[in-house]
């Protein structure tokens, strides 16, 4: 069970509209094996006059609470941290469905054994220094090739997040035109927290292991929220209770930090649902595409 902290014109076409009114905007830090130590995380608020509040979080500790979650009714609009697609290019040599809903299924057809053979077979026959292939979004937003099985376990992030978002109609922009009223969107934190340091490399603000969680991480924690509130993702400030900012500053695994920079780049989306969520217009539709990432 989840613990509570706190219209298109045409149906048929995957860029859909955006519902009228305002939504509620979600971020969601995902974990592909959900339970109690370690819950898909989610952060929900409103967004209004160029700021998100953050109301409360919800933990869902199993993924049956996390499909419950997704079909509530909108209108919503979450920025979800997994990749909602995989490179076109390995598709053909994998021998791979080329559209979203079909590349979708196939996968949850072969389950996580399945998918684990499949990639490790696709990745014994590249060369070395090779072994992955990316989307074109992973090299503009320098983030981990979905084919990648551990540190992070990305494709099975895809095979699970993926899934529920098509099994429960959730609208994707771009790549699957489902409920108008609950849109998702594809975020990512690890670009996000870049883009609020001014960093170029990797930024270490986390660690789920305790034996490497460091002060200086805390420090990095205490100024991505001092960023956030002053100056704001993309010009989107968060506000939130004294006790919740102490929450993000504290968490050592950063999930609820995560959560809320979701929901900030998802905002950020939401601000510019008359032109495509900010997203590309030239998306590649089996891929997809991180929200607040420039196309190139």
Known sequence: MPC?????????????????????????????????????TVAQGHFSAGTWELERFEDLTTFDAYETWLRQPGPWVGGFDFPFGLPRAA???????????ELTQHCTALGRTGMRSALDTYRAGRPVGSKFCFRRGDAAAGSHSPLKLVN????????????????????????????????????????????????????????????????????????IVERLLQEGLGGIRLRAAPSMLQRLREDVRGDYLDAVLCALQAAWGWQRKDTFYGLPHDLDPVEGWIVTVPGR
């Open 4 to 40: 509570v902290l706190g219209s298109a014109s045409d149906p048929t076409d995957p860029r859909v509209g955006a519902p009228a009114g305002s939504p509620l905007i979600h971020g969601v830090d995902f974990t592909s094996a959900p339970r109690a130590a370690k819950p898909i």
């Open 152 to 223: 992070p376990p990305v494709a099975l992030m895809f095979l699970e997040g993926a899934a529920r978002l098509l099994s429960t109609g959730v609208s994707v922009p771009g790549m699957f035109a489902g409920d108008p009223e609950r849109i998702a969107l594809e975020a990512y934190p690890g670009y996000a927290v870049r883009r609020l340091l001014d960093a170029r490399a990797r930024v270490s603000y986390k660690n789920d292991a305790l034996n490497k969680q460091t002060h200086e991480q805390r420090r990095t924690r205490e100024r």
């Open 91 to 101: 598709l053909p040599d994998l021998g791979w469905p080329l559209s979203w809903p």
